[in-house]
T-cell receptor, first 117, second 115 residues
C-alpha cells in the first residue's frame, strides 16, 4: 500500500526567507502524481503544485518549487520569499497515474507552516 | 463557476443522533471524494463515488456511516447514531470525469461536533 510521510509537524520561517517542507512516500508503482496542497486557516484546500513522476524536471509555480528525488522517494516543497499569506497547513499527497476508477489520493499528516513577521 | 459546495459548514449533534453532510461538486464534475480530518491529523480517505455508484468505500467505517451520490442532487455522507469520536471536519472533493490529472477540488468542509 502506498504511504505518504511528512516528518515535520510544524515549521517556522522568517518573512522573505526560504523554507523547505519535507515529504517521503512509499510505492511500488513507477508512474504516479505527487502534489502539495495548502490549507489556510479558512480551511479550503487548494492545490499548490503537481509533479508527474515520469518528468525529470522539477515542477515550479512562481515562488513554489519542488525537489523530486524519485530513487529516494522524496518530494520536498521549497517556498522562496515567504509571505504572511503562506501561513497554512501543507499536505503532501500521492496518486497513481493514470487515475484508475478505484484510485484515490493519499495524503500525509501535514506540516503547519508559521510565517514570522 | 461555483466551486465545491458543502453544507452545513458547522453541525452540532448529541450522541445518538444522525448527521447528514451534503456536497455539491463543481459543475461538470462527476467524481466525488469524502475525506475526514481529525484535529492535527491529515486527511483520511473515506469514500469515492461517481454518479449512482460507490467506487471505493475502503476508508468508511463498516457501521453507522454511509454515502451516496444520486443521479440528481448532492452527494450525502450520513452518520447514524453519532459518537464523540465522530467529531471532525469532513471534506468533500470533486474531479471531472477522465481528467487524469489527479487534481482534486475541495470544498470548505463541514465541521461536526458531537456533544
Amino acid at each position: 500500500a502506498q504511504t505518504v510521510t511528512q516528518s515535520q509537524p510544524e515549521m517556522s520561517v522568517q518573512e522573505a526567507e526560504t523554507v523547505t517542507l519535507s515529504c517521503t512516500y512509499d510505492t511500488s508503482e513507477s508512474d504516479y502524481y505527487l502534489f502539495w496542497y495548502k490549507q489556510p486557516p479558512s480551511r479550503q484546500m487548494i492545490l499548490v503544485i503537481r509533479q508527474e513522476a515520469y518528468k525529470q524536471q522539477n515542477a515550479t509555480e512562481n515562488r513554489f518549487s519542488v525537489n523530486f528525488q524519485k530513487a529516494a522517494k522524496s518530494f520536498s516543497l521549497k517556498i522562496s520569499d515567504s509571505q504572511l499569506g503562506d501561513a497554512a497547513m501543507y499536505f503532501c499527497a500521492y496518486a497513481t497515474l493514470p487515475m484508475n476508477r478505484d484510485d484515490k489520493i493519499i495524503f500525509g499528516k501535514g506540516t503547519r507552516l508559521h510565517i514570522l513577521p | 463557476n461555483a466551486g465545491v459546495m458543502q453544507n452545513p459548514r458547522h453541525l452540532v449533534r448529541r450522541r445518538g443522533q444522525e448527521a447528514r453532510l451534503r456536497c455539491s461538486p463543481m459543475k461538470g464534475h462527476s467524481h466525488v471524494y469524502w475525506y475526514r480530518q481529525l484535529p492535527e491529523e491529515g486527511l483520511k480517505f473515506m469514500v469515492y463515488l461517481q454518479k449512482e455508484n460507490i467506487i471505493d468505500e475502503s476508508g468508511m467505517p463498516k457501521e453507522r456511516f454511509s454515502a451516496e451520490f444520486p443521479k440528481e442532487g448532492p452527494s450525502i455522507l450520513r452518520i447514524q447514531q453519532v459518537v464523540r469520536g465522530d467529531s471532525a471536519a469532513y471534506f468533500c472533493a470533486s474531479s471531472p470525469p477522465a481528467a487524469n490529472t489527479g487534481e482534486l477540488f475541495f470544498g470548505e468542509g463541514s465541521r461536526l461536533t458531537v456533544l
